[in-house]
T-cell receptor
């Protein structure tokens, strides 16, 4: 089964709107990380949330973690055209390997 | 801000040839990783490396693959005899330590094209 799997969707929003994407996983994790990838480029780390944390903020980003539902969400507030990218969640089961989801494509229209 | 670097950015090779992908992890990091992303697919874990030995590897990381830390700064991935299906973006990553509270920082990737 696939781990660290986002809701496979493409979001198209207007600049200034909020974007929310979700990620679910199958078994207990140590942490969950969100990454951004611009087309054909590398992975940029956004936020790491530990299994004992429920919410974390970084600038315009807000990540929640619900371990009872084995799910996480990433909220981007007041989106900008530069936020156009693919967003991945990656789960760490404590064996030093990240399991990535398929990614959410977000397009912010200026 | 320190970052992981990778060279080359793009490598084209013929099937059956050996390739070496190079990475310079962040200088105070102790754990190193290779991942790959076939076009349109998920990022997949290949191998993790600590204290000059492999600590974890996936089923993808077969005998055709090897990793090495030849000196104090470089970390390499070698594919001995490339196949068409090895065409992918290869990412190197590093983290301060292996405990699961540490972020893995990724390099920009090397796009490998096998013809």
């Amino acid at each position: 089964s696939q781990q660290g799997e986002e809701d496979p969707q493409a979001l198209s929003i207007q600049e200034g709107e909020n974007a929310t994407m979700n990620c679910s996983y199958k078994t207990s994790i140590n942490n969950l990380q969100w990454y951004r990838q611009n087309s054909g480029r590398g992975l940029v780390h956004l936020i790491l949330i530990r299994s004992n944390e429920r919410e974390k903020h970084s600038g315009r980003l807000r990540v929640t973690l619900d371990t009872s539902k084995k799910s996480s969400s990433l909220l981007i507030t007041a989106s900008r055209a530069a936020d156009t990218a693919s967003y991945f969640c990656a789960t760490d089961y404590g064996n030093n390997r990240l399991a990535f989801g398929k990614g959410n494509q977000v397009v912010v229209i200026p | 801000e320190p970052e992981v670097t990778q060279t080359p950015s793009h490598q084209v090779t013929q099937m059956g040839q050996e390739v070496i992908l190079r990475c310079v992890p962040i200088s105070n990091h102790l754990y190193f990783y290779w991942y790959r992303q076939i076009l349109g697919q998920k990022v997949e874990f290949l191998v993790s490396f600590y204290n000059n030995e492999i600590s974890e590897k996936s089923e993808i990381f077969d005998d055709q693959f090897s990793v090495e830390r030849p000196d104090g700064s470089n970390f390499t991935l070698k594919i001995r005899s490339t196949k068409l299906e090895d065409s992918a973006m290869y990412f190197c990553a590093s983290s301060e330590a292996g405990a699961s509270i540490y972020t893995q920082y990724f390099g920009p990737g090397t796009r490998l094209t096998v013809l």
